[in-house]
């Protein structure tokens, strides 16, 4: 069985003004087949811990660790972490003009699988799967994210997920911007991945609702750059009922 | 982005004779960006200069002797008089009518001295249909004209590609004359040179003419590259569209792209659009992009332009790469990216991908597998 492990993970914001701590000690584990669940308010650093896993140049891993299946992750680059089984479904997804989304899709499933997939399974496998995230085929011919809603660019991030098929996968914030429907047809593309694969998966949240589909078995709660409070599904349904001012920090 | 000084809308002064231009001293409008140490070796007669040929002559390419040549064209500028004063020799690319010619006529340009003046005379007959490529030779310093005319009816798509890692110098004005209901597309690539100026303007010599001007240039270390383009809608019912990219790296890089549009009072059901984008990969290389449009009529179908130089994009590449995609990999498809819509244009496909081979070759990056681009 795999895991992603962080150890004490302290990492900081590299701004033009020198740099912020954001990450203040986060340790947890997720094993091969767990869903975790990290709440927490806006600012409390949830993007910054997914981009950390992620490598964003724009951040510094201060202390702490991170491995995958025992393997350092801190010393590879951005796209060597893709290949060693992590993905990241990003919170604001980046416009990338002039590539093709059937172009990007395919070099990305490339350099992950290692080998470039047969043609005419490829057209096949890809249209199978955006037509299961109810997204047009006319998105295989669009821009990457260019012009895309909100919802389609979440679409396209859970798209990807299921073609690159990673152990261990960070969504941030992937219900936001989506409405009831679309936010259904996400987490049953979520909930295939689940189910077909033994992946991990980190879910980043400040609602409740996506947790009505996919259920987690850990839920953390993220405040000023730490888990304060780790337990059950429950968990999620009393910071529903009563908000996260009941873990606000004493003294920061 | 540069303040544009306004079109002058006077005519443009031509002649055959160099002395009625002044010496340019780097203060003129046109002039101001470039840099006269190596331009300025053409502004006054070269005794013992070289001339340009086409290594190869064929079917439809000759070299004659510049006392034969019949050219109705007049230069616009001091070094291009001096060319056109001097050159001993002229290639001439003639396609007669009522011909379509299935494969590019390739021409490779040769100089006989270590500065050579050069003339190119490109004739398309009426209702024919060719593509013409110029590679032009980047071992010596090279200035003098290209001359199209596309008779009625006619369609020339046309490249002029400076490509080598020699740091010469190259002035070229490039002008085309389209006739009725005809279709220029021009593609300036330039990828080569030290200091390079190409002036590529278009004049219609009856209604219903189409040009399509595209360019796509790629600068590193210290090179300079000028596009200077000049539109003059004189006639009804024409179009005009101007596309050109730039990317730019290196320490010293300076692109400067001016495009002067002008659209006469008689031109009316007008149709123009111009637009220039430049890419600046890392710090350090200046972008000038001067897009000029001047309106004598309102009575036109459109007319617009645009302009924008902008960064490589950091997070671009960090998305690509946390989707396993190499950096290398990653900046290719961007660059890629960024041209594709340029050659697009050329609606020519094998063309389009030995361009971007060229391409990828020269940002150091492996010539790419055939992608859906
Ligand atoms: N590039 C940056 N420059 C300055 N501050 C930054 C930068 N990136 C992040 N921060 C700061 O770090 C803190 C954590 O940001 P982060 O995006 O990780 O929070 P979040 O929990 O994901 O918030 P949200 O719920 O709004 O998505 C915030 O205070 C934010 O302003
Ligand atoms: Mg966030």
Not at chain 1, 49 to 71: E, F, M, N, Q, W
């Amino acid at each position: 069985m795999g895991s992603l492990a962080l150890t004490d993970l302290c990492a900081s914001v590299i701004t033009d003004e020198g740099e912020l701590e954001i990450l203040k000690g986060v340790s947890l584990t997720i094993e091969s087949g767990t869903t975790h669940a990290v709440m927490g308010p806006n600012g409390s650093g949830k993007s910054t811990l997914a981009y950390v896993i992620a490598g964003h140049p724009k951040y510094r891993v201060t202390s702490g660790s991170i491995t995958l299946d025992g393997v350092d992750v801190l010393g590879m680059s951005v796209d060597a972490r893709a290949r060693a089984g992590l993905f990241l479904a990003m919170q604001y997804p980046v416009e990338v003009p002039g590539v093709s989304v059937s172009n990007f899709l395919r070099t990305s499933v490339t350099a992950v699988r290692g080998e470039a997939p047969k043609l005419r399974t490829w057209v096949k496998e890809m249209k199978d799967a955006m037509g299961a995230l109810q997204m047009d085929p006319s998105f295989a011919e669009r821009n990457v994210n260019e012009g895309f809603s909100g919802g389609e660019k979440k679409r396209h991030e859970i798209l990807q997920l299921s073609l690159l098929n990673p152990k261990f996968a960070i969504l941030d914030e992937t219900d936001s911007g989506l409405d009831v429907d679309a936010l259904r047809t996400v987490s049953e593309g979520v909930n295939a991945f689940r189910e077909q694969s033994d992946a991990g998966v980190l879910l980043i949240t400040h609602y409740t609702r996506i947790l009505q589909y996919i259920k987690p078995d850990l839920v953390h709660v993220f405040i000023d750059g730490r888990i304060v409070k780790s337990g059950g599904a429950d968990l999620a349904s009393a910071l529903e009922s009563e908000g996260y001012e009941q873990f606000a920090p004493a003294s920061a | 982005m540069t303040i544009a000084p306004p079109v002058d809308l006077s005519p443009r002064l031509t002649s055959l004779d160099p002395d009625v231009f002044d010496i340019p001293t780097g203060r003129e409008v046109e002039w101001r960006f470039a840099p006269l140490d190596s331009f300025g070796v053409f502004f006054q007669p070269i005794n013992d200069a070289g001339f340009v040929t086409a290594i190869e002559s064929s079917q439809y390419v000759r070299n004659i002797a510049m006392a034969d040549l019949r050219s109705s064209w007049l230069p616009s500028d001091r070094p291009l008089a001096v060319a056109r004063s001097l050159a001993q020799n002229a290639v001439v690319v003639e396609v007669p009518k009522d011909c379509t010619v299935a494969a590019p006529i390739v021409v490779q340009l040769k100089g006989s001295a270590a500065r050579s003046y050069q003339h190119i005379e490109v004739n398309i007959g009426a209702f024919s249909n060719a593509v013409i490529v110029l590679e032009h030779d980047l071992e010596l310093d090279i200035c003098g004209a290209m001359v199209v005319n596309v008779a009625d009816g006619a369609k020339l798509t046309m490249l002029s590609v400076l490509q080598g890692d020699k740091k010469s110098t190259h002035i070229a004005g490039w002008h085309t004359t389209t006739g009725r209901d005809s279709t220029f597309i021009g593609c300036a690539v330039t990828i080569g040179g030290g200091a390079v100026r190409i002036s590529p303007s278009v004049t219609y010599s009856a209604p219903g003419g189409n040009a399509e001007l595209l360019g796509l240039f790629l600068a590193d270390g210290d090179q300079y590259f000028e596009h200077r383009i000049f539109v003059e809608h004189e006639q009804p019912n024409c179009t005009s569209r101007v596309t050109y990219k730039g990317a730019l790296s290196g320490s010293g890089s300076h692109t400067v792209w001016v495009g002067d549009v002008l659209v006469r009072r008689g031109a009316v059901g007008t149709d123009t659009y111009e637009m220039n984008r430049n890419l600046l990969l890392n710090d350090g290389p200046r972008a000038d992009s001067v897009p000029n449009l001047e309106l004598e009529t309102g009575d036109i179908v459109g007319a617009g332009h645009a302009s924008a130089t902008g960064r490589f994009d950091d997070e671009q590449l960090f998305y690509l790469q946390s989707r396993g995609i190499s950096e290398m990999q990653a900046r290719q498809l961007v660059v890629r990216g960024f041209f594709a819509e340029v050659l697009g244009r050329l609606n020519q496909v094998d063309l389009r991908d030995s361009m971007m081979a060229i391409i990828s070759r020269r940002l150091g990056l492996p010539a790419a597998e055939a992608t859906d681009v």
